[in-house]
C-alpha cells in the first residue's frame, strides 16, 4: 500500500469521507456543487443548497432545503449539464466536489466547465487525489479500484493571489486534493503533463513527484476560505475539538457502569412517552479532570476563550453550547458572553475582550454552569470548593458567582471565606494567567465516589435539625413557585397531591426556604422521598444509601440525568411521569398535572 495514506499529521481527521463532512458540519449553510458519479452520504446530510450533476439521482433521503439535481451520465453529459448551470448558479457555489470522469482530458474539461460557478473564494476539492499504487494511477483502468490521473491536476493548477491554494492530503483511503484560486486549465496542457509524468512507473517515483500537506492544516486551509470576511470589531470563536493539549489532572477516570433500573414507572403521560431508556443498564460515567488554561480570557457564566476556541466545562458540548449561546444572543441563555452568529460564523465583540479583570494568579473557577441553579451549585460548586480547600497550594484564589447571600453563606460553611473568594462577575471579562476547572467528559449528573464521601462528611458536620423534626417521610414541593403567576414547569394540581400524600404519612417541606443546614438534616434522616422533579432533589446527595425516591416529571428530557443521581448514590428510586399541557405556548419546561388517584395507589405501593 502507498505509505503516505497512513495519514502524516492527520489530527482529528480519518480520512476523506470525515474531512468533507467535517467542513459542512463547520459550515452547515455553505453552498455545495457536486460532481460525481454518485453522491456521496456526506453531501446527502448538508442542510444548506446542494446542486448533484451525478449520473442518477441520489437514492437515499436529502437533507437539504434548496436541492437541485442535472443528470450527468457520461463526461459529455455532465459538461452539458455543468453549463446549463452556470445560467442559475454563476459565482454561487462556496464548495464545488469533484469525483466523476478520471481521466485527465475529461477532468480538465470538468474544471473549466465548473470554474464558472465558483466565485474568488470558492474551495475545489478532488476526490482519489492519492493513487495507493502506480497501477491505480494511470489513464485507463487496469485493475478493479482504479482512481485515475487525478493526481497529476497537481501539477497542473496553478493557484495565484491572496485566495490561491494548492493542498494534497494523503487521506485514506486514496487522498483528497483542495484546491482554490487557480486560472482555467490550458487543454493543451494535458498532453504535456502526460509526457511529463511518463517516467513515473513504479511507486517509488510516484512518491517522489508527490507532495503532501497536512490533513489539519488542508482542513484549516479550507475553513479560511468559506469563512466570511469579518468586521474589525468583530473576532471569530470555534469550539474546541476536545483533543487540546491541555495540562490536565485525572481525577476520575471514564468507567463503565451498571446503572441500577426503577423500581417501577408509572407512566401517567397521555403523549406516548418512551421510558425504555431509564431501563438500559449498560451506561460509561463521565472521566472527571483539573484543567489548565494558561493566558485564557472568561466570559459570562463560563465561556473559556483560548487562541480563538471556545471551551465548556463539559469537554464534549463545546459546540452544541457555542451554537446554544450564539442561538441565545440577547438573552438569558446567552448566558452574558456576547458571543453572536455572523454568517456561518461565531463571533464576539472585541470590546468584550477590552478592559479586562486581571488575574495574575493560580485560580480555581467554581461557577457552576447555571450560577444560580441549586442542584448544579450541589454537584459542581461544592467538588470545587472542596478541590480548592484541599490543595491550598495550587491555587491562589476561589473565583467563583456569589452575589446571593445562599451562595457565599454555603461557601463559608464548607470553608471558603471572603478573603479567599473572588467574586465572579458575569458581566466582565476576566484575563487569567492560570485558570484551573474541574472538568467533565460529558454531562451526566453521576455522582463519583469521591464526591459521595464530601457529601456524607459535609452532612456529617453541619446538618442540624428543624425545630419542627426530621420526618421519615418526605414531600418536596413546589408550591409557592408553582402559585406564582407565569412560573416555569408548574404543576396546576399540586394541592390535591400533597392532600393525599398526607394521608400516606408525607410531610410537605419546601426546601429553598430552609437553612441549608436544616435541608441536610431533613434529607439525611429521611426513609423515603417523594418529589417533583427539580433542584430540590439535588439535596439526595445527602440521603443514606437505600433511601426510597420516587421523583414526579412532567417528561423524559431530565429523568435519565436525575436518576443518575440517585443510582449513583445506591438509593432505590422510582418514576412516575405527569401529563404537559401542550397549549402552553413555551418550547419547554409547559405547566402540567397528574393523575393523582393513580400516583398515589403506585406510591403507597412502594413507600
Not at 324 to 339: C, K, P, Q, V
Not at 365 to 392: D, K
Not at 493 to 503: F, K, P, S, V
Request: charge should be negative; charged fraction near 20%.
Amino acid at each position: 500500500m502507498y505509505p503516505h495514506l497512513t495519514g502524516p499529521g492527520s489530527g482529528n481527521i480519518r480520512n476523506s469521507e470525515h474531512f468533507c463532512r467535517e467542513l459542512l458540519r463547520r459550515f452547515p449553510g455553505a453552498r455545495l456543487c457536486v460532481i460525481a458519479a454518485t453522491t456521496p452520504a456526506w453531501a446527502l446530510e448538508h442542510t444548506g443548497p446542494l446542486l448533484c450533476v451525478t449520473r442518477e439521482a441520489p437514492a437515499k433521503p436529502f437533507r437539504s432545503g434548496d436541492f437541485g439535481f442535472l443528470r450527468g451520465d457520461s463526461s459529455a453529459e455532465a459538461l452539458a449539464a455543468l453549463r446549463t448551470a452556470r445560467a442559475r448558479h454563476a459565482g454561487g457555489f462556496d464548495i464545488i466536489f469533484i469525483d466523476h470522469d478520471h481521466r485527465l482530458p475529461a477532468l480538465v474539461a470538468q474544471v473549466n466547465a465548473a470554474l464558472p460557478l465558483a466565485h474568488a473564494k470558492t474551495v475545489f476539492l478532488f476526490d482519489d487525489a492519492v493513487p495507493p499504487t502506480i497501477g491505480m494511477a494511470g489513464p485507463e483502468p487496469t485493475q478493479g479500484w482504479w482512481v485515475g490521473e487525478v493526481w497529476m491536476l497537481a501539477h497542473m493548477l496553478a493557484p495565484e493571489g491572496p485566495q490561491g491554494r494548492l493542498l494534497t492530503c494523503a487521506l485514506p483511503p486514496t487522498g483528497l486534493m483542495v484546491a482554490a484560486g487557480f486560472a482555467p486549465i490550458d487543454p493543451a496542457a494535458v498532453d504535456r503533463t502526460r509526457a511529463a509524468m511518463a517516467g513515473v512507473t513504479t511507486d517509488a517515483a510516484l512518491a517522489e513527484v508527490s507532495s503532501y500537506t497536512r490533513h489539519d492544516i488542508a482542513f484549516d486551509a479550507a475553513c479560511e476560505l468559506l469563512q466570511a470576511e469579518l468586521p474589525e470589531d468583530e473576532v471569530r470563536v470555534v469550539p474546541s475539538t476536545g483533543h487540546e493539549p491541555l495540562p490536565r489532572r485525572i481525577l476520575v477516570p471514564q468507567q463503565a457502569w451498571l446503572k441500577p433500573p426503577p423500581a417501577f414507572v408509572c407512566n401517567l403521560s397521555s403523549h406516548g412517552l418512551d421510558p425504555r431508556r431509564l431501563f438500559e443498564a449498560q451506561r460509561h460515567t463521565h472521566a472527571k479532570m483539573i484543567d489548565s488554561f494558561e493566558d485564557a480570557t472568561l466570559l459570562g457564566f463560563g465561556a473559556i476563550i483560548k487562541d480563538g476556541r471556545y471551551f465548556h466545562r463539559y469537554v464534549n458540548s463545546a459546540e452544541l453550547m457555542l451554537a446554544r449561546l450564539a442561538d441565545g444572543f440577547g438573552g438569558y441563555s446567552n448566558e452574558a458572553t456576547g458571543l453572536h452568529r455572523f454568517g456561518d460564523a461565531v463571533v464576539l465583540p472585541r470590546e468584550r475582550l477590552e478592559d479586562p479583570v486581571v488575574l495574575d494568579m493560580p485560580v480555581l473557577f467554581g461557577t457552576p454552569e447555571e450560577p444560580h441553579n441549586w442542584g448544579m451549585w450541589l454537584l459542581i460548586g461544592l467538588p470545587s470548593a472542596a478541590e480548592f480547600l484541599a490543595n491550598r497550594d495550587r491555587y491562589g484564589k476561589f473565583l467563583c458567582y456569589a452575589e446571593q447571600p445562599w451562595q457565599r453563606r454555603l461557601l463559608e460553611m464548607v470553608g471558603i471565606g471572603p478573603a479567599e473568594l473572588i467574586r465572579h462577575d458575569v458581566s466582565r471579562s476576566y484575563r487569567c494567567s492560570a485558570l484551573h476547572l474541574i472538568r467533565h467528559s460529558a454531562r451526566d449528573l453521576f455522582v463519583t465516589a469521591d464526591e459521595r464521601a464530601i457529601f456524607a462528611a459535609l452532612a456529617d458536620r453541619i446538618a442540624r435539625p428543624p425545630a419542627t423534626g426530621t420526618p421519615e417521610k418526605l414531600f418536596i414541593s413546589r408550591l409557592t413557585r408553582t402559585r406564582k403567576l407565569g412560573a416555569y414547569r408548574g404543576m396546576t394540581n399540586e394541592e390535591a397531591l400533597i392532600e393525599g400524600l398526607q394521608h400516606l404519612g408525607f410531610v410537605a417541606v419546601e426546601p429553598e426556604y430552609l437553612p441549608f443546614e436544616e435541608q441536610v438534616a431533613l434529607f439525611r434522616n429521611a426513609r423515603s422521598i417523594v418529589g417533583l422533579g427539580g433542584a430540590a432533589m439535588f439535596n439526595t446527595v445527602f440521603c443514606r444509601p437505600g433511601t426510597r425516591v420516587v421523583t414526579i416529571e412532567s417528561t423524559l428530557t431530565f429523568v435519565d440525568a436525575h436518576t443518575n443521581i440517585f443510582g449513583s448514590l445506591g438509593l432505590d428510586y422510582g418514576v412516575i411521569l405527569g401529563d404537559e399541557d401542550l397549549t402552553d405556548p413555551r418550547a419547554s419546561q409547559r405547566r402540567w398535572s397528574l393523575d393523582v388517584p393513580r400516583a398515589l395507589e403506585r406510591i403507597a405501593a412502594w413507600s
